[in-house]
Nanobody, 127 residues
Framework: HVQLVESGGGSVQVGGSLRLSCAVRRYSSGNYCMAWFRQAPGKQREGVAGIYTSDGATYYADSVKGRFTISRDNAKNSISLQMNTLNSGDTAMYYC?????????????????????WGQGTQVTVS
């Protein structure tokens, strides 16, 4: 079955940048929708950014618009999340998610229930 492997987390100062990557292993041919979610201590998991790998269409949470960019590399079966102008509110465990059957409505890219495969997470700490 499909596996997701995240990388790129770490610690950064306020105002800094980080780039997260998510590699899809044991890939089945076809297009997926994928997304990044995050969960801070004591808070619910929330959707950050999603993408349709078929055409690259994206959707972002209001809290990260203009600062984060999600992108795909279909040749490498991976997606990335470029995070700029980070603040303490971005501190969280970040998870990559994937689904073979994608939601029709773009905002639903940020719904947890849209996804069937999850990575183990990578920690991002901004201080």
């Amino acid at each position: 079955h499909v596996q997701l492997v995240e990388s790129g987390g770490g610690s950064v100062q306020v105002g800094g940048s980080l780039r997260l990557s998510c590699a899809v292993r044991r890939y089945s041919s076809g297009n997926y929708c994928m997304a990044w979610f995050r969960q801070a201590p004591g808070k619910q998991r929330e959707g950050v950014a999603g993408i349709y790998t078929s055409d690259g269409a994206t959707y972002y949470a209001d809290s990260v618009k203009g600062r984060f960019t999600i992108s795909r590399d279909n040749a490498k079966n991976s997606i990335s999340l470029q995070m700029n102008t980070l603040n303490s509110g971005d501190t969280a465990m970040y998870y990559c998610a994937a689904a073979r059957f994608c939601p029709a409505r773009r905002p639903h890219l940020l719904y947890q229930t849209s996804y069937t495969v999850w990575g183990q997470g990578t920690q991002v700490t901004v201080s």
